[in-house]
C-alpha cells in the first residue's frame, strides 16, 4: 500500500510503501494517532515520524503492482 501524509505549512507530503492491507494500514494509522508522533516504517525499512498536531491529510492507495493483479484477475 502506498501512504500520503500532507503536513500542514509544507509544499510537500511524505510518500512511503507499506506491507499490509487497507484496513490494516488504517488501524494502524488511527492508533498511532494518538500519540504526539506517528511513527511508520516502509517497505525498505525506513521509518518516518510526524508530529500528529501538523497532519493534515493521510491517503491509503493499493500500489501499482496490487492495482495491475487485481486487474489481471
Not at 488511527?30 to 508530529?51: F, H, N, Q, S
Amino acid at each position: 500500500m502506498e501512504v500520503k501524509i500532507g503536513v500542514v505549512y509544507s509544499a510537500k507530503e511524505h510518500q512511503l510503501e507499506v506491507e499490509g492491507t487497507e484496513e490494516s494500514v488504517a488501524a494502524c494509522i488511527e492508533a498511532g494517532l494518538g500519540g504526539a508522533m506517528l511513527w511508520l516504517t516502509d517497505t525498505k525499512g525506513r521509518r518516518v515520524g510526524v508530529p500528529t498536531d501538523k497532519i493534515a491529510y493521510i491517503e491509503i492507495l493499493r500500489s501499482e503492482e496490487q492495482t495491475s493483479e487485481l486487474q489481471s484477475l
